[in-house]
């Protein structure tokens, strides 16, 4: 209880929901509307920029698509948010980060989607994520991580024939046990976590995605990063930080 009472000071700062600022881009059909709470993380003074429209066809998506990990998208928005102490804390005052992607997802075509329909994406998903992450050859060419940090943990004498040190315990990444559906304005949202995504115990990402059509899907994601003090207070006041944007994101068919 007490924990509760004192959680802003414990978390830090974090996002300013009072400073609200409306962004909204198009999609093809669809048009997504959010708003971004103030307090942002300035780094550097060249900002990406918001890109106002996304046309979902091979020949205009392609020039602008990227690929990290088991995703092919462009990339919509971004923010972040620092959870900033009272004291000189963490990385450089840092107590915490909150990091907030918007991407619209090219889909493989092993496991259809269907629009609107949130079992097919949950079905594609599922799929997408064993083949990355637990299979021994992945799109990339390369083992999944966690298919190769069995192998490491369960096999240390030939770690130590090739000259590494074998692990001492098994650290995974934690793909999604449970897939939500959210009603966020009208809309159903399939929510879901990855713990230490793309690379084994680092940090946790939540997800909300929605489907667009066959070919493309869409991704609202939180990465949350802890430096100092107590982690799991901390990663509850950045899901709750979470959940209060995406309770403002508006994804309407033209």
């Not at 991407?103 to 990355?132: C, F, M, Q």
């Not at 369960?154 to 770690?159: A, T, V």
């Not at 939500?180 to 399939?190: A, C, S």
Request: aromatic residues 12%.
């Amino acid at each position: 209880m007490i924990k509760q009472l004192v959680k802003p000071l414990l978390t830090g700062k974090g996002p300013n929901f009072s400073d609200l600022t409306p962004r909204q881009c198009g999609i093809g059909d669809y048009q997504l509307r959010y708003k971004l709470p103030g307090n942002v993380l300035r780094v550097t003074k060249n900002k990406e920029p918001c890109i106002p429209r996304v046309n979902l066809s091979t020949d205009l998506f392609d020039p602008y698509s990227e690929q990290s990990y088991n995703r092919e998208f462009v990339h919509v928005g971004f923010e972040w948010w620092a959870y900033k102490g009272l004291f000189f804390q963490g990385d450089s005052g840092q107590l915490g980060r909150l990091t907030m992607n918007i991407d619209v997802n090219r889909a493989a075509t092993h496991t259809p989607i269907i629009e609107g329909d949130l079992d097919s994406l949950e079905a594609y998903l599922k799929k997408d994520y064993w083949d990355y992450y637990e299979t021994e050859e992945n799109k990339d060419g390369k083992a999944g991580a966690n298919w190769q940090a069995r192998y490491e943990f369960d096999n240390p004498d030939e770690m130590i024939e090739k000259g590494y040190i074998p692990p001492s315990r098994l650290v995974l990444v934690n793909l999604p046990e449970v897939y939500v559906r959210e009603l966020l304005n009208g809309e159903k949202w399939l929510s879901y976590s990855i713990g230490g995504e793309g690379i084994p115990g680092t940090g946790v990402t939540l997800f909300w995605a929605y489907p667009l059509n066959e070919n493309y899907y869409l991704t609202v994601s939180f990465r949350m990063s802890s430096e100092i003090g107590d982690e799991d207070l901390r990663y509850q006041r950045m899901s709750e930080d979470a959940q209060r944007i995406m309770s403002m994101v508006e994804m309407t068919k033209c």
